[in-house]
């Protein structure tokens, strides 16, 4: 098992900074790729970013290409997303999560464990 527990939201105005954090514990973190995700009222999961075991390699949603950036310290356990230049748009709960294997790390379903999530609002 792998808990994950998320902190870092909160309230902040359009074109500030929030980093989000997501700390692991449980089984090995460094064996598992993670993921951001987020959920705004009324709308569907999406993703945000991702990255490898090693934190070789990063993947990011277009909306948040060049805005936010996701990193690893795998000796703090710990998963973390820079968010700049934030958006209204980008107001929502986020969720980090872990996977096993190093696929279709844009899709939800494909995630073994998840934390319990943080608010971000971003205010116009």
């Known amino acids: 098992q792998v808990q994950l527990v998320e902190s870092g939201g909160g309230l902040v105005q359009a074109g500030g900074s929030l980093r989000l954090s997501c700390a692991a514990s449980?089984?090995?973190?460094?064996?598992?790729?993670m993921g951001w995700f987020r959920q705004a009222p009324g709308k569907e999961r999406e993703f945000v970013a991702a990255?490898?075991?090693?934190?070789?390699?990063?993947y990011y949603a277009d909306s948040v290409k060049g805005r936010f950036t996701i990193s690893r310290d795998n000796v703090k356990n710990t998963v973390y997303v820079q968010m700049n230049s934030l958006k209204p748009e980008d107001t929502a709960v986020y969720y980090c999560a872990a996977k096993r294997v190093l696929s279709s790390v844009r899709n939800g379903s494909t995630y073994n464990y998840w934390g319990q999530g943080t608010q971000v609002t971003v205010s116009s």
């Open positions: 990255i490898s075991s090693s934190g070789g390699s990063t």
């Open positions: 449980g089984r090995t973190f460094n064996n598992y790729p």
